[in-house]
């Protein structure tokens, strides 16, 4: 897809435009509720978090997250994706509190998806520690 080329370029005003050409063609074929509408609205949450637009990724996130739960189930690895993005979102805003939350969500999907060991599974629970440690909860002893 041309998009994710220009958004790898930080070409992003032109990745935006054409993510928004996909999700049109996407809902008129698909319907509103597919997994693969959901994808879109996540790589568009993706594309305004690069951009500080944080409300408005937090939206595409929300809409992503509930198309991909409804599509896909609530431990499926996309979900644990999508929270993890919004919690990048959040700790960006310096909500720590609602972060570790999310980061907590991803890493319970990954774990039921992926396994203990997978690096998805493992990023997560590291950056639920991380904000753990940011917020003076180590779990160290």
């Known amino acids: 897809m041309m998009a994710v080329v220009l958004e790898k370029q930080d070409k992003l005003e032109e990745a935006w435009k054409m993510y928004e050409t996909a999700l049109a063609i996407?809902?008129?074929a698909l319907g509103k509720d597919h997994w693969a509408v959901g994808r879109?609205?996540?790589?568009?949450?993706?594309?305004?978090?690069?951009q500080d637009k944080l409300e408005e990724a937090w939206k595409m996130c929300e809409?992503?997250?509930?198309?991909?739960?409804?599509?896909l189930?609530?431990?499926?690895?996309?979900v644990g994706r999508t929270y993890n993005m919004?919690?990048?979102?959040l700790e960006k805003q310096?909500?720590?509190?609602?972060?570790?939350?999310?980061?907590?969500?991803?890493?319970?999907?990954?774990?039921?998806?992926?396994?203990i060991q997978?690096?998805?599974?493992?990023?997560?629970?590291?950056?639920?520690?991380?904000?753990?440690?940011?917020l003076g909860r180590s779990t160290c002893s």
């Open 40 to 50: 879109i609205y996540f790589v568009m949450a993706v594309v305004l978090w690069k």
């Open 26 to 28: 996407q809902v008129k």
């Open 73 to 78: 189930g609530k431990d499926h690895s996309d």
């Open 118 to 134: 997978n690096s998805e599974t493992v990023d997560a629970q590291n950056q639920v520690s991380r904000i753990q440690d940011a």
């Open 63 to 71: 809409m992503a997250l509930a198309i991909r739960v409804k599509a």
């Open 94 to 115: 310096d909500k720590l509190e609602e972060a570790l939350e999310m980061f907590q969500n991803a890493a319970k999907a990954f774990e039921k998806t992926c396994g």
């Open 86 to 89: 919004m919690a990048v979102v």
